[in-house]
């Protein structure tokens, strides 16, 4: 019998998860990873995960929305790592009751499984969308709430139900939240991603949204290694807190684009697309965090400053094989 500790994966399949299921891997672990039921029997990013990897991985098709298929992924855990979630902003002005049902409904029923189930640990994923504009910055975790997004309401109606499962019936739950991750695997609704891929498709000229707001790029790796830090830290470090995990340093859009251009040997024509600009009121235009609370608690440090990450990222995108699997043609909302 493998006596390997087993950690349960909600959104295994995407960009995050993969690499999540990969550093759980490689730390020791064997991996309950859920990927969302679908008629084609895909496995999303979890299908280019290799050989070595995939023996410790049992995949489950299944929906954060349904109860049943929660509680059979949590069951036998002893550590949970919710990622399922609805993540497009624009598409969030769209389908605002599926961000609900996904973001809000999906963590209850998480919840729920792991309190019922006695599951040591819950690590449960937030967003840095969820402070907004920077009133201070950086941005500690006392920042204020101030959502400007529907995705971003749903996120943080999730957070507030955890924070009330730790104080209600003390449920072991601990909140990582996330700056704006990339690397390989992401999706092109991403800046980062998509003038990538733009120019990697031969395109003279790429589009974009607004160029101005800042943010705090973290590498895809060092995010995992995030998510590992507060799943096996001593309780009493981690359990009832958030965490931010960021590198503490901020680029405006279009000094990102120049840094891109100059890794792939290129000088980059950037349009303005009016379909790729947030509505005024619900552009967040400046985000960088301060980790300091996780590092004191974990000892967690990005391994990746933005240039070496940026590198790994457009190697992946660059290789023609991975570039097929995206459609760098239009608008990804």
Not at 27 to 53: C, H, I, P
Not at 93 to 113: C, K, R
Not at 184 to 195: D, N, T
Request: proline share 5%; with cysteine; aromatic share 8%.
């Amino acid at each position: 019998m493998n006596s390997a500790p087993l950690a349960a994966v909600t959104g295994a399949e995407g960009f995050i998860g993969s690499h999540l299921t990969e550093a759980l891997v490689a730390a020791g672990y064997r991996v309950k990873a859920m990927a969302q039921y679908n008629s084609f029997s895909s496995y999303g990013w979890l299908e280019t995960l290799s050989a070595d990897v995939l023996e410790q991985v049992e995949i489950q098709l299944g929906d954060v929305r349904d109860p049943g298929s929660v509680r059979g992924l949590v069951e036998g855990a002893d550590c949970v790592y919710h990622l399922a979630a609805l993540i497009a902003i624009p598409y969030s002005y769209l389908a605002p009751h599926s961000y609900v049902d996904t973001n809000v409904s999906g963590t209850l029923n998480v919840l729920e499984a792991v309190r019922a189930l006695g599951t040591p640990r819950l690590v449960h994923t937030s967003t840095s969308e969820t402070y907004g504009t920077a009133l201070t910055v950086p941005i500690t975790e006392d920042h204020p709430i101030n959502t400007q997004s529907p995705y971003a309401a749903s996120k943080a109606g999730g957070d507030r139900l955890a924070d009330s499962y730790h104080a209600s019936f003390g449920t072991p739950v601990v909140t990582l939240r996330p700056f704006n991750t990339y690397g390989p695997r992401q999706s092109m609704r991403a800046v980062i991603p998509s003038v990538i891929g733009q120019v990697a498709a031969g395109a003279g000229t790429i589009t974009l949204g607004d160029l101005r707001p800042t943010r705090d790029f973290t590498y895809a790796e060092d995010t995992a290694q995030a998510f590992l830090a507060v799943g096996t830290a001593e309780a009493a470090r981690v359990v009832g807190r958030t965490f931010n995990a960021g590198t503490g340093s901020e680029i405006a859009v279009g000094d990102l684009v120049a840094t891109i251009g100059k890794l792939m040997d290129v000088t980059i024509d950037v349009r303005e697309d009016a379909e790729r600009v947030r509505p005024a009121n619900s552009e967040v235009m400046r985000l960088v965090a301060d980790a300091t609370r996780l590092r004191a608690a974990t000892g967690w440090e990005p391994a990746h400053d933005l240039e070496q990450g940026l590198a790994r990222t457009v190697e992946f995108f660059s290789d023609p094989a991975n570039l097929a699997r995206y459609k760098t043609g239009i608008y990804n909302i």
